[in-house]
């Protein structure tokens, strides 16, 4: 059964950080892709960072500089560090996984879905 579980999300003020976590069980991100989304209220949900087995990322234009998508640790762990942040980069955040090989941001590619976590910036 594969899981992925968020944590790391608060209420910070413009120009705080947050580190984002996702936690997957039953599952190895070593060959696939994963990535971090983010819904706002009343908006669609927007491909945020992604991180491909070989390591190669991509990032949605707003949070390039400013975000960074990592993987590692004992516990199969995606992260994401968000600094300089901006009250529109509110929202819930959701991490995924995705059976491709490369790394992309369209949600249509990701079948594996955690619960969320919410980020707050005001």
């Known amino acids: 059964h594969v899981q992925l579980v968020e944590s790391g999300g608060g209420s910070v003020q413009p120009g705080g950080s947050l580190r984002l976590f996702c936690t997957a069980s039953g599952y190895s991100y070593s060959s696939n892709c994963m990535a971090w989304f983010r819904q706002a209220p009343g908006k669609e949900r927007e491909g945020v960072a992604a991180i491909a087995g070989d390591g190669t990322i991509v990032y949605t234009d707003s949070v390039k500089g400013r975000f960074t998508i990592s993987k590692g640790g004992a516990r199969n762990t995606v992260y994401l560090q968000m600094n300089s942040l901006k009250p529109e980069d509110t929202g819930m955040y959701y991490c995924?996984?995705?059976?491709?090989?490369?790394?992309?941001?369209?949600?249509?590619?990701?079948?594996?879905w955690g619960q969320g976590t919410q980020v707050t910036v005001s």
């Open positions: 995924a996984a995705s059976n491709s090989r490369i790394a992309r941001l369209e949600s249509t590619a990701y079948s594996i």
